[in-house]
C-alpha cells in the first residue's frame, strides 16, 4: 500500500529526494512521518506532515535541511534531503494514515509502513 522510493549514494554536502506513495485502495493520506534507522541504532522519527493543514515537523538534526511536503492529488509524499551529511546515512521509512473504503462503502482509517529506501552519505 506504500512505496518509498528515491535512496542512493550521495556525497557528503549534496541532495536526495524520497518519496512514499500510497496505491491501491487507498483514497487520500492524512498524516505521514518519515523515520530512519542506522546500523546498530533505534528507528528515529525524523519529518511528520499533516496533509490536512500541512502543518510539519522536523528532528533538530535535520532542521533546515530537510523538508517533508505532499502532493495529495497523487496521495505521494516527498522528503526533500539538503546538505546530507554521513551521519544521515540509514534506512529511510514512511509511515502514513490512510483513509479508504471497504467493500460496504465504510470508511476505514489503516497505518501503514513503506519498505524502506537506504541512504548512503560518503564523506
Known amino acids: 500500500q506504500l512505496q518509498a522510493s528515491g535512496g542512493g549514494l550521495v556525497q557528503a554536502g549534496g541532495s536526495l529526494r524520497l518519496f512514499c506513495q500510497a496505491s491501491?485502495?487507498?483514497?487520500?493520506?492524512?498524516?505521514v512521518q518519515w523515520y530512519r534507522q542506522a546500523p546498530g541504532k533505534e528507528r528515529e522519527l525524523v519529518a511528520a506532515?499533516?496533509?490536512?493543514?500541512?502543518?510539519?515537523s522536523y528532528a533538530d538534526s535535520v532542521k533546515g535541511r530537510f523538508t517533508i511536503s505532499t502532493d495529495n492529488a497523487r496521495n505521494t509524499v516527498y522528503l526533500q534531503m539538503n546538505s546530507l551529511k554521513p551521519e544521515d546515512t540509514a534506512v529511510y521509512y514512511c509511515?502514513?494514515?490512510?483513509?479508504?473504503?471497504?467493500?460496504?462503502?465504510?470508511?476505514?482509517?489503516?497505518?501503514?509502513w513503506g519498505q524502506g529506501t537506504l541512504v548512503t552519505v560518503s564523506s
Open positions: 506532515i499533516s496533509t490536512s493543514g500541512g502543518s510539519t
Open positions: 509511515r502514513a494514515d490512510t483513509l479508504y473504503y471497504n467493500d460496504y462503502g465504510a470508511p476505514v482509517v489503516a497505518a501503514y
Open positions: 491501491g485502495r487507498v483514497s487520500s493520506i492524512n498524516a
